[in-house]
Every structure is written in structure tokens, then in C-alpha cells.
């Protein structure tokens, strides 16, 4: 199975802050790569899909980038409704899998 | 507005046995791959299984966790998902979420989840 690993685990940040969470996969994935957001009790919502295309509704301070091995997602100025876990997905192959998850909280 | 809501979630014994639904709406059920991504309590995300689209021949995966013990189907003309969990285990234990793929092979739409407790 493809092992997929982010980084950091948890991250502080404030209001209008640059942040980025990288995630990286145990071998080449190409652009199969897919953000998350999950806030506590929610269902995980799509953000970026194959590693650079926002998805329809997202606010376009996310951004994806990456090929290969390794990925990183960036929130431009965070907002309030930012503070949430984030996971990275391979659909690359079966079975897919997920990263551990990148908590953001509000420093 | 595309809904999934899952259903049949609850307490069991270890060895026991329960059968999950998701109906969906709001969209063209029979032409996405489905999955079930379950979550165990404060941790992180796990792919289930998926059933593919008529067109795909409905060929079905399951991660090796479940293989052999979990059984997903589809019945496109109720627009509908079940997972049927046999000998169920306490690692069992989650959230488990119907999911919508798109077509890009990501995970598009996502219902609330049903939670499953296996325990003694």
C-alpha cells in the first residue's frame, strides 16, 4: 500500500496567516492527489482534486500543488472558518489511503 | 442538493453482524462509483471499499481489514449503497461515511456518517 504521510501533525496559526501543509506519498503518485477539510462532527469536504484543481465552491485562497512524491497545500490568508483538519488522499491505486491528518487551530 | 444519508449504524456484540444503507439524491446515482470511508473515533480516515458503475461492470474492492467479512452492493434503480459487515470486530469500531466518487477518482460528495460500535 501507498503510505502517505503529512506534515506537521497539528499547526498554530493566526487570522490572515500563510499556511501550508505538505503531504508526502512513499512512491510516485503522479497528480492523483486530493485535499480534505474536516471540521469536528462533519463529514470530510472536498477541497483540491488532482493535486492542483480547486473544487467548484472552494474559496480560492486554497490553492494545491505537486507532482511525483510530494504535495502541499496552501490557505493564502486564513479565515476563521479555516480552523479544521486536513487530510490528504492518493487515488493512484487501490487501495487508497489517506494521511494522518493536519490539525489547525487557532493560535 | 445532493444527499447522502446512511443508516442501520449501532451497538454489536464482537463476531456479530449488521447491514448499513445510504440512499442517495440529488444526483445521477447510477453513474458514480461509490465507497465506504469509515473513521474511528479521534482518528484519521480509512477507505473502505467502493463498487464501480454499471458501465464499469459494478467490479467491487475492498481493503484487506474487511475483505472476506464486509460484502458492498449497489441497486442503482433505488439509488442506493449497503455494506453488509459480518464477524465484526472491536477495530471495527467508527464512523462509517457513504461517498460519491467524481469522476477525477476523488471522494466529491460525502453523507454524515452512521456510527457502528462493536463491543461486548
Known sequence: DIQMTQSPSSLSASVGD??????????SISTYLNWYQQKPGKAPKLLIYAATSLQTGVPSRFSGSGSGTDF??????????????????????????FGQGTKLDIK | EVQLVESGGGLVQPGGSLRLSCAASGFTFSDHYMDWVRQAPGKGLEWVGRTRNKANSYIIEYAASVKGRFTISRDDSRSSLYLQMNSLKTEDTAVY?????GSGSFFEFWGQGTLVTVSS
Open chain 2, 97 to 101: 461515511h457513504c461517498v460519491a466518487e
Open chain 1, 72 to 97: 502541499t497545500l496552501t490557505i493564502s490568508s486564513l479565515q476563521p472558518e479555516d480552523f479544521a483538519t486536513y487530510f490528504c488522499q492518493q487515488s493512484y491505486t487501490t487501495p487508497d489511503t
Open chain 1, 18 to 27: 500563510r499556511v501550508t501543509i505538505t503531504c508526502r506519498a512513499s512512491q
